[in-house]
Nanobody
Framework: QVQLVESGGGLVQAGGSLKLSCAASGRTFGRYAVGWFRQAPGKEREFVAAFNWRGTRTSYTDSVKGRFTISRDNAKNTVYLQMNSLKPEDTAVYYC??????????????????WGQGTRVTVSS
């Protein structure tokens, strides 16, 4: 069992940056494939970024490529999402998700076993 807690969301102007954190308690998070998803008001949840448990495979949705970076610090049991050049369309609640020992950068939400509660990101124009 692992518990995930996101933080780092907030209000930022377009063009600004935020760094989201996903802190895990319980089992060693370094052996988890992790993904970030987001859900904007009135829209379905969508995939943002992911990597496999080894960190050797990454995947990003097209709209964030070159702007967002997923990373992890195993010593801190934390995964990050660095978001640069933010746009108003990035406004959403961001969730991290994890699944144990997957060697894929998973884009499907239903393939993750654990989810955080979300952190809200608002980008003003």
């Amino acid at each position: 069992q692992v518990q995930l807690v996101e933080s780092g969301g907030g209000l930022v102007q377009a063009g600004g940056s935020l760094k989201l954190s996903c802190a895990a308690s319980g089992r060693t998070f370094g052996r988890y494939a992790v993904g970030w998803f987001r859900q904007a008001p009135g829209k379905e949840r969508e995939f943002v970024a992911a990597f496999n448990w080894r960190g050797t495979r990454t995947s990003y949705t097209d709209s964030v490529k070159g702007r967002f970076t997923i990373s992890r610090d195993n010593a801190k049991n934390t995964v990050y999402l660095q978001m640069n050049s933010l746009k108003p369309e990035d406004t959403a609640v961001y969730y991290c998700a994890g699944t144990f020992l997957s060697d894929y950068a998973i884009q499907r939400g239903d393939e993750y076993d654990y989810w955080g509660q979300g952190t809200r990101v608002t980008v003003s124009s």
